[in-house]
Structures are given as structure tokens and as C-alpha cells.
């Protein structure tokens, strides 16, 4: 199994129909309580393996079938599941800070993941400074005695600057510091996080693996080494994803591939339209050659999501929001990765704190499904018009 390609691994990884009456996928176990014959069985509860079925919370063959195979097609140690992508973040950061300690967070990142610094962990002592996403081994000058962890996000998914991730590592690794990744808009399948030097992989789950827009689900998978500290978090704050949702999730990971090459092409097929209009200031998706990030995009993925931006000229609101409300396939609404298509406006004023983003004119984010790009092309032209 190791050896075989990650294609045959999505469909392969996560099941056993050898011991489940030959039925190909897993059952789905709903369990809080799990019975002991003897007293002797439940004081070896501690000498058992860690996919051992003790207690609800720390999961039960649903659960196991599903961190197996992040684990693999990431190419970790093992993967830890947590009921939203937020909680893997957080629970991820908490694993390895003490008050006192500080943190080099990228100041692209993810806005909830910024609110969780500047709130929570604020507030327990432990200090944040946002870093420049285009910093690469410049990182180096940031660190300080007491830096404990470098998160990372690549692209970021307002503004999709690409990070030099093989670089940050490198300085984070010479002063001993654990690199975390968001690596939920590229996926396993287009970038191997263990490959570049990261620690600790996150994956909103709830995005491309799930991929139907149905399910919460986040994942933190690590190297061997930050391991323990990260599965002690999950169990000690009593995280677990819901059985269902880890079943649904196994489902969408069997064509997590096929939905992504799909989308791929059908984002850059809107890209390349989008360039080309006149309403268009510039496009932010880093598979184009024209994107300041591309070459390093090219080095280290192997392919782009659905998920990208626009900047459009200055427009008056007015007529932005006319262009926005009346789309008939584009809809609004915050999470990406299912199979439909969505356009958000964002304000990049708020995001922002140690680097200024330039723009002109209103920034958009498109999502694209898996809907025919002539029809998508369609509505966004009938956008143009009403704008
Ligand atoms: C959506 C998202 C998350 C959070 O996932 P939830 O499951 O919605 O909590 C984290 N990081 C990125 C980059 C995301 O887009």
C-alpha cells in the first residue's frame, strides 16, 4: 500500500471489507460508552494500541478509518479530527504554547484564525506578530527567544500570495521552532505539506474532502515528533468529529481528486476570462504566469484550486452589489470546496495589520464549481452588464 500513487490511495485508503461482511465502506459507529468484560481489560487500557476502541471521544472505527487515510495521503505520522477546520486550528496552536510564549503568524491568514490570536491567546499570554506573507527565509529576523510556533498559510485565501514554505522551515527549523500549515485551499492532492518542511498540517475538512458543502470538519496531521503534543490536545480539550461527518467526509475523499482537477481547470478557465474584461483591475490566482507568485507556486504545488480573486476597477457600491445580487448560478455564501459556485465581496481593510493591501477598486472571491465555465461565463458576463 505504501508504495502504490495517491489516485489509488483515495480509493483505496480507510477501509476493510474483509472485516465488515465484505460491505466496501465503513460502518458508521455511534458511540459514547464502550463495555468491558473484566476489571483486567479496562487497567490495560492504557498499555493499548491508539486506535483501540475505549470511549466515544477517542474514537471508534468511523473516526480511525478517516485519520488513516489523511494521515497517508499527507504524508504524516498520524491526523487527529476535530468538528470544524477553526478547531483544528486552534487546538493545533494551544498544543504547543505556554503563557509567555509568541508566535509568528502570517498576515494573510485566515480571519478567524486571526481573531483566535488576538482574543484567545492574547489573553493567556501568549503574543502574536503577523509577518509579511512574502517574507520566505526573512523570517529569520522575527524570531525571538521565547518564539515557539511559525503558522503558515499558502495561498492565503483572501489574497492567494503564495509563501515560500521549503524556506520559512528551513529558519524555523535552525532555531528549533514547529511550522504549522493551513493547507486547505491546495489539498493533499496539489501540495505535500510533510515534503517542505511543515510539522503540523491543518485541512478544513469542511472544504474539499467533505466537498458537498454539508459537513464541519477539520483535521491537524503532524510528523512523528509533534505527535504527542497535538494528540494530547485534542483529547484533553475533548475534541472529536462526529461519526457521520467522518463518514461523509471518507466519501468525499474518494473523489476529492476528480472534483479538484475539474475545478481547477474551470477556475482558470474564469481567470483568464476575467483578465481580459475591461471591468477588471487584476486577477489574484497563483497557476497563472502573470501572478507574482506563480514561480513559487510552480515549484512547490502540483496543481490549483477552484478558489480565486478578483480586483475590479473602482466602482461605485452601488452598482457592485446590483452585479452581485441578481447571479443566477454564482452564490453568496461564506466555505468553499462543495461542488456549486460562489462569489463573496471582501473587505481587505479589516485583514489586514502588517502589510498593506493595494487596491484600487472592490476585491471579489470566486469559487468554481462544477458547473459547465460556459454557463458560469454566461453569469458573470449578465454581472457585468448590471454593473
Ligand atoms: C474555512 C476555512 C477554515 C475553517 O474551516 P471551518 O470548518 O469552516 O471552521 C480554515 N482555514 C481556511 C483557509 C478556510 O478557508
Redesign the pocket.
Known amino acids: 500500500m505504501e508504495k502504490m500513487k495517491d489516485k489509488t490511495l483515495l480509493t483505496t485508503l480507510g477501509r476493510e471489507p474483509e472485516k465488515n461482511f465484505g460491505i466496501i465502506n465503513p460502518p458508521v459507529y455511534h458511540a459514547s460508552t464502550v463495555l468491558f468484560s473484566t476489571v483486567k481489560d479496562m487497567r490495560e487500557l492504557n498499555s493499548k494500541p491508539r486506535r483501540f476502541v475505549r470511549y466515544g471521544l477517542s474514537g471508534t472505527p468511523t473516526q480511525f478509518a478517516l485519520e488513516e487515510a489523511l494521515a497517508k495521503i499527507e504524508g504524516g505520522h498520524d491526523c487527529a479530527l476535530f468538528p ?6 486552534s487546538m493545533a496552536l494551544m498544543a504547543f504554547v505556554h503563557s509567555g510564549d509568541h508566535i509568528l503568524m502570517v498576515d494573510s491568514v ?1 480571519g ?2 486571526r481573531r483566535f490570536c488576538d482574543h484567545w491567546l492574547s489573553r493567556m499570554g501568549v503574543a502574536t506578530t503577523y509577518y509579511d506573507p512574502l517574507i520566505g527565509g526573512g523570517i529569520m529576523d522575527l524570531i525571538r527567544p521565547e518564539t515557539k510556533v511559525v503558522f503558515t ?1 499558502s495561498p492565503g ?1 483572501l489574497t492567494f500570495e503564495v509563501q515560500d514554505i521549503p524556506a520559512i522551515s528551513a529558519a524555523a527549523k535552525e532555531k528549533g521552532l514547529v511550522v504549522m500549515m ?1 493547507n ?2 491546495a489539498t493533499p492532492w496539489f501540495f505535500k505539506p510533510f515534503e517542505k518542511g511543515v510539522d503540523v498540517s ?1 485541512q ?4 474539499y474532502i467533505a466537498g458537498h458543502s454539508d459537513v ?3 483535521s491537524v496531521t503532524t510528523t512523528e515528533a509533534a505527535w504527542p503534543l497535538v494528540h494530547r490536545a485534542a483529547q484533553g480539550f475533548g475534541q472529536q468529529a462526529a461519526p457521520d461527518d467522518c463518514y461523509l467526509a471518507l466519501r468525499g475523499l474518494r473523489t476529492m481528486d476528480i472534483r479538484l482537477e475539474r475545478q481547477q481547470a474551470t477556475a482558470l478557465t474564469l481567470a483568464r476570462w476575467l483578465m481580459d474584461r475591461p471591468e477588471v483591475d487584476r486577477v489574484l490566482h497563483p497557476a497563472l504566469p502573470e501572478d507574482p507568485g506563480h514561480e513559487i507556486w510552480k515549484r512547490d504545488f502540483t496543481g490549483s484550486s477552484g478558489l480565486f480573486g478578483v480586483i475590479l476597477k473602482p466602482c461605485a457600491s452601488e452598482s457592485l452589489e446590483n452585479m452581485l445580487d441578481g447571479y443566477s448560478l454564482f452564490g453568496m455564501g ?4 462543495g461542488f456549486e459556485s460562489l462569489i463573496i465581496p471582501v473587505d481587505m481593510q479589516l485583514v489586514r495589520t502588517t502589510t498593506a493591501w493595494e487596491a484600487a477598486g472592490p476585491t471579489l472571491r470566486i469559487h468554481a464549481g462544477l458547473e459547465d465555465p460556459e454557463d458560469l461565463i454566461g453569469d458573470l458576463e449578465a454581472g457585468f452588464r448590471r454593473l
Open positions: 470544524s477546520g477553526l478547531a483544528a486550528i485566515y478567524p484564525t498559510e485565501s493551513d486547505t485551499w491543518i478544513a475538512g469542511t472544504k464541519l470538519l477539520g461564506y466555505s468553499w470546496g
